[in-house]
Protein backbone atom coordinates (compact mmCIF):
# COMPACT_ATOMS: atom_id res chain seq x y z
CA UNK A 1 0.00 0.00 0.00
CA UNK A 2 1.08 3.26 -0.80
CA UNK A 3 -0.29 5.31 1.73
CA UNK A 4 0.39 9.23 1.64
CA UNK A 5 2.54 10.10 -0.88
CA UNK A 6 4.56 13.43 -0.83
CA UNK A 7 6.28 15.08 -4.09
CA UNK A 8 8.54 16.56 -4.20
CA UNK A 9 11.03 15.05 -1.02
CA UNK A 10 13.27 17.99 -1.64
CA UNK A 11 13.10 21.58 -3.33
CA UNK A 12 15.24 24.87 -3.50
CA UNK A 13 13.59 28.15 -4.21
CA UNK A 14 14.55 31.67 -4.60
CA UNK A 15 12.83 34.13 -2.98
CA UNK A 16 9.86 34.92 -4.74
CA UNK A 17 9.18 32.26 -6.77
CA UNK A 18 6.43 29.88 -6.60
CA UNK A 19 5.84 25.96 -6.00
CA UNK A 20 3.67 23.26 -5.43
CA UNK A 21 3.69 20.71 -2.76
CA UNK A 22 1.82 17.73 -3.61
CA UNK A 23 0.39 15.31 -1.55
CA UNK A 24 -1.76 12.19 -2.23
CA UNK A 25 -3.63 9.36 -0.32
CA UNK A 26 -5.16 5.81 -1.20
CA UNK A 27 -6.72 4.92 1.44
CA UNK A 28 -10.24 6.66 0.93
CA UNK A 29 -9.40 9.03 3.94
CA UNK A 30 -12.17 12.16 4.56
CA UNK A 31 -9.27 13.90 6.18
CA UNK A 32 -6.11 15.52 4.88
CA UNK A 33 -3.47 18.26 6.54
CA UNK A 34 -0.88 19.66 5.95
CA UNK A 35 2.03 20.79 9.09
CA UNK A 36 4.98 22.16 8.98
CA UNK A 37 7.83 21.30 11.20
CA UNK A 38 10.88 23.51 12.67
CA UNK A 39 13.52 23.12 15.54
CA UNK A 40 12.06 23.61 18.37
CA UNK A 41 8.64 24.55 17.22
CA UNK A 42 7.11 21.11 16.89
CA UNK A 43 4.64 20.20 13.73
CA UNK A 44 2.16 23.05 13.64
CA UNK A 45 -0.97 22.39 11.21
CA UNK A 46 -1.43 25.20 7.99
CA UNK A 47 -4.33 24.30 6.53
CA UNK A 48 -6.47 20.98 6.75
CA UNK A 49 -9.60 19.68 4.57
CA UNK A 50 -12.82 17.03 5.96
CA UNK A 51 -13.59 16.35 2.32
CA UNK A 52 -13.48 17.87 -1.14
CA UNK A 53 -14.63 21.16 -1.64
CA UNK A 54 -13.90 21.79 2.21
CA UNK A 55 -10.63 23.09 3.38
CA UNK A 56 -9.71 25.32 6.40
CA UNK A 57 -7.34 27.17 8.29
CA UNK A 58 -4.74 25.85 11.10
CA UNK A 59 -2.52 27.63 13.39
CA UNK A 60 -0.25 29.13 10.79
CA UNK A 61 -1.65 29.57 7.25
CA UNK A 62 -0.43 32.97 6.24
CA UNK A 63 1.33 32.11 2.70
CA UNK A 64 -0.33 29.44 1.69
CA UNK A 65 -3.08 28.27 -0.47
CA UNK A 66 -4.95 24.42 -0.56
CA UNK A 67 -7.81 23.09 -3.06
CA UNK A 68 -9.32 19.54 -2.48
CA UNK A 69 -10.92 19.08 -5.82
CA UNK A 70 -10.71 14.98 -5.10
CA UNK A 71 -10.74 12.63 -1.92
CA UNK A 72 -7.49 11.61 -2.95
CA UNK A 73 -5.13 15.10 -3.59
CA UNK A 74 -4.39 17.67 -1.26
CA UNK A 75 -1.70 20.06 -3.02
CA UNK A 76 -0.06 22.71 -0.97
CA UNK A 77 1.01 25.87 -2.94
CA UNK A 78 3.20 28.41 -2.13
CA UNK A 79 2.52 31.89 -3.37
CA UNK A 80 5.69 34.24 -3.21
CA UNK A 81 8.36 32.05 -1.47
CA UNK A 82 9.93 33.62 1.52
CA UNK A 83 12.84 32.39 3.43
CA UNK A 84 10.80 31.71 6.78
CA UNK A 85 8.72 29.42 4.78
CA UNK A 86 11.79 27.30 4.89
CA UNK A 87 10.99 23.95 6.71
CA UNK A 88 9.81 20.34 6.56
CA UNK A 89 6.07 19.92 5.04
CA UNK A 90 4.46 17.02 6.05
CA UNK A 91 1.25 16.40 4.91
CA UNK A 92 -1.38 13.59 6.77
CA UNK A 93 -4.20 11.97 6.06
CA UNK A 94 -7.20 10.15 8.31
CA UNK A 95 -10.99 8.99 8.53
CA UNK A 96 -13.13 11.54 10.13
CA UNK A 97 -14.47 9.06 12.37
CA UNK A 98 -12.09 6.57 12.86
CA UNK A 99 -11.75 4.47 16.33
CA UNK A 100 -8.27 4.49 16.20
CA UNK A 101 -7.48 8.06 15.52
CA UNK A 102 -4.89 7.46 13.72
CA UNK A 103 -3.46 10.52 11.42
CA UNK A 104 -0.81 8.88 8.55
CA UNK A 105 1.95 10.80 7.57
CA UNK A 106 4.10 10.91 4.62
CA UNK A 107 7.84 11.04 4.38
CA UNK A 108 8.14 14.70 4.22
CA UNK A 109 9.00 17.42 1.77
CA UNK A 110 12.22 19.47 2.60
CA UNK A 111 11.95 22.80 1.04
CA UNK A 112 14.76 25.48 1.70
CA UNK A 113 14.17 29.67 0.10
CA UNK A 114 17.49 31.26 -0.46
CA UNK B 1 -4.20 29.71 23.94
CA UNK B 2 -3.40 25.90 24.59
CA UNK B 3 0.40 24.83 25.48
CA UNK B 4 1.53 21.50 25.04
CA UNK B 5 5.16 20.87 26.92
CA UNK B 6 6.92 17.72 26.32
CA UNK B 7 10.46 17.58 27.42
CA UNK B 8 12.76 19.22 24.75
CA UNK B 9 15.82 17.59 26.23
CA UNK B 10 16.94 14.30 25.67
CA UNK B 11 15.91 11.27 27.88
CA UNK B 12 19.27 9.16 27.85
CA UNK B 13 18.68 5.48 29.57
CA UNK B 14 20.21 2.17 29.50
CA UNK B 15 18.53 -1.23 27.31
CA UNK B 16 16.73 -2.75 29.44
CA UNK B 17 15.32 0.07 31.67
CA UNK B 18 11.84 1.67 31.58
CA UNK B 19 11.66 5.06 30.09
CA UNK B 20 8.89 7.56 31.05
CA UNK B 21 8.25 10.63 29.20
CA UNK B 22 5.97 13.48 29.85
CA UNK B 23 3.45 15.11 27.99
CA UNK B 24 1.47 17.98 29.90
CA UNK B 25 -0.79 20.49 28.72
CA UNK B 26 -2.84 23.67 29.70
CA UNK B 27 -5.61 26.01 28.62
CA UNK B 28 -7.09 22.65 27.62
CA UNK B 29 -9.43 20.20 27.66
CA UNK B 30 -8.89 17.52 24.94
CA UNK B 31 -11.01 14.03 25.21
CA UNK B 32 -8.16 12.16 23.30
CA UNK B 33 -4.71 12.17 23.44
CA UNK B 34 -2.24 10.37 20.86
CA UNK B 35 1.21 9.79 20.86
CA UNK B 36 3.31 9.44 18.04
CA UNK B 37 7.37 8.22 17.22
CA UNK B 38 9.26 9.88 14.78
CA UNK B 39 12.87 8.62 13.70
CA UNK B 40 15.31 11.22 11.55
CA UNK B 41 14.58 12.60 8.33
CA UNK B 42 11.01 10.31 8.79
CA UNK B 43 7.33 11.53 9.11
CA UNK B 44 6.02 10.59 12.34
CA UNK B 45 3.97 7.63 13.04
CA UNK B 46 0.89 6.92 15.10
CA UNK B 47 1.50 3.80 18.53
CA UNK B 48 -1.33 4.69 20.71
CA UNK B 49 -4.72 6.85 21.49
CA UNK B 50 -6.16 6.92 24.90
CA UNK B 51 -9.44 8.73 25.34
CA UNK B 52 -10.45 10.80 28.65
CA UNK B 53 -12.44 8.41 30.47
CA UNK B 54 -9.60 5.73 30.31
CA UNK B 55 -6.96 6.05 32.84
CA UNK B 56 -4.17 3.92 31.29
CA UNK B 57 -3.44 2.10 27.73
CA UNK B 58 -1.52 -0.77 26.62
CA UNK B 59 0.32 -2.09 23.90
CA UNK B 60 2.95 -4.58 23.97
CA UNK B 61 6.06 -2.81 26.14
CA UNK B 62 3.92 0.94 25.52
CA UNK B 63 1.82 1.85 28.39
CA UNK B 64 0.19 5.40 28.36
CA UNK B 65 -1.67 7.34 31.31
CA UNK B 66 -3.74 10.08 31.02
CA UNK B 67 -4.83 12.41 34.15
CA UNK B 68 -7.23 14.85 33.22
CA UNK B 69 -6.83 17.01 36.73
CA UNK B 70 -3.00 16.79 36.12
CA UNK B 71 -3.66 17.71 32.63
CA UNK B 72 -0.45 15.27 31.40
CA UNK B 73 -0.43 11.90 29.96
CA UNK B 74 2.62 9.74 31.00
CA UNK B 75 4.61 7.48 28.07
CA UNK B 76 5.99 4.11 29.39
CA UNK B 77 8.64 1.70 27.46
CA UNK B 78 9.35 -0.74 29.44
CA UNK B 79 12.56 -2.91 28.59
CA UNK B 80 13.53 -0.68 26.64
CA UNK B 81 16.00 -1.58 23.36
CA UNK B 82 18.09 0.74 21.30
CA UNK B 83 15.63 0.11 18.13
CA UNK B 84 13.42 2.37 20.93
CA UNK B 85 16.04 5.10 20.19
CA UNK B 86 13.68 7.94 18.30
CA UNK B 87 11.62 11.00 19.47
CA UNK B 88 8.33 10.75 20.76
CA UNK B 89 5.39 13.48 20.10
CA UNK B 90 2.03 13.63 21.93
CA UNK B 91 -0.91 15.40 20.37
CA UNK B 92 -4.14 16.07 22.57
CA UNK B 93 -6.94 16.97 21.02
CA UNK B 94 -11.03 17.43 20.94
CA UNK B 95 -11.34 15.05 17.92
CA UNK B 96 -9.47 11.80 17.27
CA UNK B 97 -7.19 12.04 14.36
CA UNK B 98 -8.16 15.42 13.65
CA UNK B 99 -6.57 18.69 13.88
CA UNK B 100 -3.98 17.41 16.08
CA UNK B 101 -2.06 20.02 17.76
CA UNK B 102 1.30 18.82 18.69
CA UNK B 103 4.31 18.95 21.39
CA UNK B 104 7.67 19.37 20.43
CA UNK B 105 8.82 16.37 21.01
CA UNK B 106 11.33 13.89 23.39
CA UNK B 107 14.16 12.38 21.83
CA UNK B 108 14.76 9.10 23.75
CA UNK B 109 18.26 7.55 23.40
CA UNK B 110 18.54 3.99 24.60
CA UNK B 111 22.30 2.92 24.85
CA UNK B 112 23.11 -0.56 24.55
Redesign the interface.
Known amino acids: NAG?TQTPKFQVLKTGQSMTLQCAQDMNHE?M?W?RQDP????R?IH?S?GAGITDQ??VPNGYNVSRSTTEDFPLRLLSAAPSQTSVY?C?S???Q???????????SRLTVL | SQKIEQNSEALNIQEGKTATLTCNYTNYSPAYLQWYRQDPGRGPVFLLLIRENEKEKRKERLKVTFDTTLKQSLFHITASQPADSATYLCAPSKNAGNMLTFGGGTRLMVKP
Open positions: VYSYGMGLLYVGEFASYLGASGELFFGEG
